[in-house]
């Protein structure tokens, strides 16, 4: 069963690259699924999606590059269905907490004939240090359009061992996990506990959704730039300032907490490079 290949969808990405790490050091083996992979998989390329397919019986489904883009519902319902093609039995999906878009994404998955877990995560912490707001962190200022809303950080660790519990355990079929660090803190607060952790300040400036949507568009242009500036506005709204307990109710364990992920990540220096030019 072991020598049976996990299919990690995004195995290069925060969430992946921690599932295929844990999996390995169950004994499990597995099958990459990022666009330079030994076998590629690419979301735009569904000709690549068969031999990343081929002899799994389990997949981890994360959607690239965001779940509220375009397409992204009729892609995951292509793949769950070339999937039913070539035997898999049981995925897992990353998806949003109470984002609409990533709910189509659900849907397509649920109605497909697969077993399922649906993890829907809240605003991961790592999006500090290994995502968009690395550079803004290095540079001392955050600028969201976030207001005073608060959010329950959650750490991507604990999102890769529910996957991978889900992956190896069938009693997590059919379960929709919702995760969300232990504790709600505004922006404001979690640059502060950011602060503490780096030992010099980073500021959290809020800003209008039309100043968020102004900075970014010279980097991804209007289209992308309206689409993160809409998803703002949803996840921002104040719908997921309330705690949820999918982390204790699949592990059986507390979710780790922000000043934690603070600790351990100031530790590996990443918060101490210099910052590149944006
Ligand atoms: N950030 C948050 O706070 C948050 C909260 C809830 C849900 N989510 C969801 O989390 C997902 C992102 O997960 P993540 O943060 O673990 O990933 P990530 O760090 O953004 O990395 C993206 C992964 O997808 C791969 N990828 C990119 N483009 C691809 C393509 N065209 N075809 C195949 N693979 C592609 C990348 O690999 P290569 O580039 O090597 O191919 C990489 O492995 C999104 O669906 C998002 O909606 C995010």
């Known amino acids: 069963m072991h020598n049976t290949?996990?299919?990690?969808?995004?195995?290069?990405?925060?969430t992946g690259r921690r599932i295929a790490q844990k999996l390995r050091a169950l004994g499990h083996t597995v099958r990459e699924g990022a666009r330079?992979?030994?076998?590629?998989?690419?979301?735009?390329?569904?000709?690549?999606?068969?031999?990343?397919?081929?002899?799994?019986?389990?997949?981890?489904?994360?959607?690239?590059?965001e779940l509220?883009?375009?397409?992204?519902?009729?892609?995951?319902?292509?793949?769950?269905?070339?999937?039913?093609?070539?035997?898999?039995?049981?995925?897992?999906?990353?998806?949003?907490r109470n984002e609409v878009h990533a709910q189509r994404c659900e849907a397509k998955?649920?109605?497909?004939?697969?077993?399922?877990?649906?993890?829907?995560?809240?605003?991961f912490a790592q999006n500090f240090?290994?995502?968009?707001?690395?550079?803004?962190?290095?540079?001392?200022?955050?600028?969201?359009?976030?207001?005073?809303?608060?959010e329950p950080f959650l750490d991507v660790d604990d999102i890769a061992d529910?996957?991978?519990?889900?992956?190896?355990?069938?009693?997590?079929?059919?379960?929709?996990?919702?995760?969300?660090?232990?504790?709600?803190?505004?922006?404001?607060?979690a640059a502060a506990e950011l602060s503490a952790a780096i030992g010099r300040t980073v500021h959290y400036e809020p800003i209008s959704l039309d100043a968020f949507r102004a900075g970014m568009t010279p980097a991804v242009g209007p289209d992308l730039a309206n689409i993160f500036t809409d998803l703002c506005e949803e996840v921002f709204d104040g719908r997921n300032a309330c705690l949820a307990h999918g982390v204790q109710e699949a592990l059986?364990?507390?979710?780790?907490d922000f000043a934690d992920y603070c600790k351990a990540t100031a530790a590996t220096g990443i918060w101490h490079a210099v910052p590149l030019a944006a």
């Open 162 to 189: 529910v996957a991978v519990a889900a992956l190896t355990d069938a009693r997590h079929q059919g379960r929709v996990y919702e995760l969300t660090g232990p504790r709600l803190l505004s922006f404001a607060q």
């Open 68 to 96: 509220a883009f375009p397409g992204a519902p009729e892609k995951v319902e292509a793949l769950a269905q070339a999937a039913i093609r070539a035997g898999v039995q049981h995925v897992v999906l990353l998806s949003g």
């Open 109 to 123: 998955v649920q109605a497909s004939g697969l077993a399922w877990t649906i993890l829907r995560a809240s605003w």
């Open 36 to 65: 330079q992979s030994s076998i590629p998989f690419d979301w735009d390329q569904p000709a690549t999606w068969a031999a990343a397919l081929q002899g799994v019986h389990r997949a981890y489904i994360c959607y690239a590059p």
């Open 129 to 150: 240090s290994e995502g968009h707001l690395l550079h803004p962190v290095l540079e001392g200022v955050v600028a969201l359009p976030a207001g005073n809303v608060q």
């Open 5 to 14: 290949p996990i299919l990690v969808i995004g195995s290069t990405g925060k």
């Open 252 to 256: 059986g364990r507390a979710p780790r």
